[in-house]
């Protein structure tokens, strides 16, 4: 792409929810994207976020995206109009259930404030921005098919799933209408991740393999011990590696690849129950980091997860492009043991 005056048009990339793991791993990772030369990003969130170590043209903001000026300045920086928006911010599943009305402020208001923000405003290019935005799984509930397809109609059984497809029927909308250029990302429970727990109802699924590996106690809400037959609850999964890889994907799927009605995509996965990921730390770690998880029944947690589907058909995801985890769990697991032992998780 090139400016009027024939110099390269350098790539304006915003990140919302920046200061969270995955955006800034995604920060970094543009960074060193072929398909995105001489990026400059914008990263912002509640609390400033940190840019990516050693990386030049980048700006980090403090910003409220739930009031309108605040959104507004990160799209009139010096960097420009941001040319691709990666919208992360967000109240996770539990905390969206506890408190409905800031569930609704974060995940539906201020989504359709980032997309007017974007509707007034075009890049260089003249195209409209580019507005990538993740839901989740909480969109689905209610009796589902064996196996979820892209025709599956979600009817979200928590505030969390309500929000995200609320947000979801706006960007479809506004990108009907062209406003934006929109892709809707529902993503898989990611595991594992790093950090702290967050507020996010599935967060268990990864703590009960990041805690263990840290040789700290691990609490699964799932069931009273290794033979409840709670641990048949499964869920869909992806790794942060592969999730990562896909986020850099949707940037480059051709808009013309999507479904004409949609631009809803499930990412790929895989299915994976409660037992599987236990069985897979003890085959890497051993019985006696396997202790380390203990039992704590929740059966809202349990109801709230088991709500979600966990077996999707990836043809569709696949067929644009993007990847799936291959190996199940056990791979995941050694891959985060080796990060922990390595300091890096």
Same mark, same amino acid.
């Given at each position: 792409?090139?400016?009027?005056?024939?110099?390269?048009?350098?790539?304006?990339?915003?990140?919302?929810?920046?200061?969270?793991?995955?955006?800034? %791993?995604?920060?970094?990772?543009?960074?060193?994207?072929?398909?995105?030369?001489?990026?400059?990003?914008?990263?912002?969130?509640?609390?400033?976020?940190?840019?990516?170590?050693?990386?030049?043209?980048?700006?980090?903001?403090?910003?409220?995206?739930?009031?309108?000026?605040?959104?507004?300045?990160?799209?009139?920086?010096?960097?420009?109009?941001?040319?691709?928006?990666?919208?992360?911010?967000?109240?996770?599943?539990?905390?969206?259930?506890?408190?409905?009305?800031?569930?609704?402020?974060?995940?539906?208001?201020?989504?359709?404030?980032?997309?007017?923000?974007?509707?007034?405003?075009?890049?260089?290019?003249?195209?409209?921005?580019?507005? %990538?935005?993740?839901?989740?799984?909480?969109?689905?509930?209610?009796?589902?098919?064996?196996?979820?397809?892209?025709?599956? %109609?979600?009817?979200?059984?928590?505030?969390?799933?309500?929000?995200?497809?609320?947000?979801?029927?706006?960007?479809?909308?506004?990108?009907?209408?062209?406003?934006?250029?929109?892709?809707?990302?529902?993503?898989?429970?990611?595991?594992?991740?790093?950090?702290?727990?967050?507020?996010?109802?599935?967060?268990?699924?990864?703590?009960?393999?990041?805690?263990?590996?840290?040789?700290?106690?691990?609490?699964?809400?799932?069931?009273?011990?290794?033979?409840?037959?709670?641990?048949?609850?499964?869920?869909?999964?992806?790794?942060?590696?592969?999730?990562?890889?896909?986020?850099?994907?949707?940037?480059?799927?051709?808009?013309?690849?999507?479904?004409?009605?949609?631009?809803?995509?499930?990412?790929?996965?895989?299915?994976?129950?409660?037992?599987?990921?236990?069985?897979?730390?003890?085959?890497?770690?051993?019985?006696?980091?396997?202790?380390?998880?203990?039992?704590?029944?929740?059966?809202?947690n349990r109801r709230i997860v088991g709500s979600w589907p966990a077996k999707f058909d990836n043809s569709y995801p696949c067929g644009l492009g993007f990847v799936a985890d291959e190996g199940g769990m056990v791979p995941i697991v050694q891959r985060f043991k080796n990060a922990v032992e390595a300091g890096l998780a």
């Open positions: 792409m090139s400016a009027q005056n024939g110099s390269p048009q350098k790539n304006v990339v915003l990140i919302t929810g920046a200061g969270g793991w995955l955006g800034g %791993i995604l920060a970094g990772e543009l960074l060193s994207d072929p398909k995105t030369p001489d990026v400059h990003l914008i990263l912002a969130d509640i609390v400033e976020p940190k840019a990516p170590k050693g990386a030049k043209n980048v700006i980090c903001r403090k910003a409220d995206l739930c009031d309108r000026k605040e959104v507004e300045s990160l799209y009139t920086t010096e960097f420009g109009v941001p040319d691709t928006v990666y919208c992360f911010h967000g109240i996770m599943s539990r905390g969206s259930e506890d408190n409905f009305d800031l569930g609704v402020k974060v995940n539906v208001d201020s989504i359709r404030e980032m997309l007017e923000v974007s509707r007034a405003n075009r890049p260089a290019s003249g195209e409209p921005i580019r507005f %990538i935005f993740t839901s989740s799984l909480a969109v689905y509930g209610g009796p589902l098919p064996d196996v979820v397809t892209i025709d599956t %109609i979600a009817t979200p059984e928590g505030s969390y799933g309500m929000g995200k497809l609320v947000a979801e029927m706006f960007v479809n909308e506004y990108t009907r209408r062209g406003f934006v250029d929109g892709r809707i990302l529902r993503l898989p429970t990611i595991v594992v991740r790093p950090g702290v727990p967050s507020a996010a109802t599935s967060a268990f699924i990864s703590g009960i393999i990041r805690e263990p590996l840290h040789g700290v106690e691990g609490i699964c809400p799932v069931g009273n011990g290794m033979d409840s037959p709670e641990l048949s609850l499964s869920a869909w999964l992806a790794s942060p590696e592969t999730t990562i890889k896909n986020f850099v994907i949707a940037k480059h799927v051709p808009a013309d690849k999507f479904l004409p009605q949609t631009r809803v995509v499930y990412l790929p996965g895989f299915t994976a129950s409660v037992r599987d990921e236990l069985e897979a730390l003890e085959k890497v770690a051993g019985p006696e980091v396997l202790k380390l998880v203990k039992f704590k029944d929740d059966p809202i």
